[in-house]
């Protein structure tokens, strides 16, 4: 499909118009991830009688909402999942952890505590669910509407290839018994290509040579 080049090409995807889309959308999601968890702590006590209303403890919330926000956002965009993925998402969102235990606990960093308390409590869960429902939301409903009004190129594409892979009726019963499977085929060039990397000489000299034939009587003989 050389159609798919045109929007690199023409720029589509990065210029000033797509640039004032991420600003935009980072200010929402900023706007989202501070006055969320700032409204919930700004009295925050927990049923023991703690303050949890301290910058450190504010501080901590935020920066683990906007770790799961783009955890969220990277799974949204990743089409083909595989080892490799897996391994880069949730290993990073392991390591954010263990880097930020490391640095509190280990060196002795001004946040001891206070992601550990935030975390045993109801408020932290609450808050982190509806931040990022809030940010993922006009998300996924802008590119359901994009896609269901004015599809790009590649969903064009996916469209037709799922018309494709769905025979007709009629294929399937004419020619269900002719067509060969994709596995006989690729047995198919697995003997040929495992004939031709033979190491042993194969019969082509001999059927050649007339030495495999059996000679004809003479008076069949042409």
């Known amino acids: 499909y050389p159609k798919l080049y045109t929007p690199g090409l023409k720029s589509s995807l990065f210029n000033c118009k797509e640039f004032i889309k991420s600003v935009l959308h980072g200010g929402f999601s900023s706007i989202v991830l501070f006055f969320i968890p700032y409204g919930a702590y700004q009295h925050g006590?927990?049923?023991?009688g703690l303050i949890v209303g301290d910058h450190q403890t504010l501080a901590s919330v935020i920066a683990v909402l906007l770790?799961?926000?783009n955890t969220a956002q990277i799974c949204l965009d990743t089409s083909y999942w595989t080892i490799f993925n897996h391994i880069t998402i949730w290993g990073s969102l392991i390591t954010y952890f263990v880097f930020d235990y490391f640095y509190n606990y280990v060196i002795g960093g001004p946040y001891v505590g206070s992601l550990t308390i935030a975390i045993k409590h109801a408020t932290f869960w609450f808050t982190t669910i509806l931040c990022v429902i809030m940010c993922m939301v006009p998300i996924l409903c802008t590119r359901f509407y994009f896609i269901d009004v004015k599809p790009g190129l590649s969903h064009m594409i996916h469209l037709k290839q799922r018309i494709a892979m769905k025979p007709s009726k009629s294929k399937s019963k004419i020619?269900?018994?002719?067509?060969?499977?994709?596995?006989?085929?690729?047995?198919?060039?697995?003997?040929?290509?495992?004939y031709a990397f033979a190491h042993q000489e194969g019969f082509g000299r001999l059927i050649t040579s007339g030495k495999i034939m059996r000679k004809l009587p003479q008076d069949l003989a042409f």
């Open 175 to 194: 020619g269900g018994d002719v067509t060969r499977t994709p596995s006989a085929r690729k047995a198919r060039r697995s003997l040929r290509s495992g």
């Open 67 to 69: 770790i799961l926000d």
């Open 45 to 48: 006590v927990t049923p023991n």
